[in-house]
């Protein structure tokens, strides 16, 4: 199995930055795309960020300019830079990879237990 954990999540003012984080662990035999999702209270659960094995990331157009996501082969983690941040940006944040198991003929969608953001002053 797959495991997903999340850090960064917090409180911050309109226009902060905040920095989320999630390692990936267990028995991995290779992880694909990587990503960022987010839902709002009374809104579905949309997109944010993504990024290939490659490194070749893409956003929603809520976020561009404003937040980077990059990730970390390494350690198997992945990171999203938040910056000018705004009050909409307020959401639970998830995070997402795409792995293949050892021993498994597939690869599967993997996500962490979520992380609050607030965007307020």
């Known amino acids: 199995q797959v495991q997903l954990v999340e850090s960064g999540g917090g409180l911050v003012q309109p226009g902060g930055s905040l920095r989320l984080s999630c390692a990936a662990s267990g028995s991995i035999l290779s992880i694909n795309a990587m990503g960022w999702y987010r839902q709002a209270p009374g809104k579905q659960r949309e997109l944010v960020a993504r990024?290939?094995?490659?490194?070749?990331?893409n956003y929603a157009d809520s976020v561009k300019g404003r937040f980077t996501i990059s990730r970390d082969n390494a350690k198997n983690t992945v990171l999203l830079q938040m910056n000018s941040l705004k009050p909409e940006d307020t959401a639970v944040y998830f995070c997402?990879?795409?792995?293949?198991?050892?021993?498994?003929?597939?690869?599967?969608?993997?996500w962490g237990q979520g992380t609050q953001v607030i965007v307020s002053s």
């Open positions: 990024i290939t094995g490659g490194g070749v990331p």
């Open positions: 997402n990879c795409n792995a293949k198991e050892r021993g498994s003929f597939y690869r599967r969608d993997y």
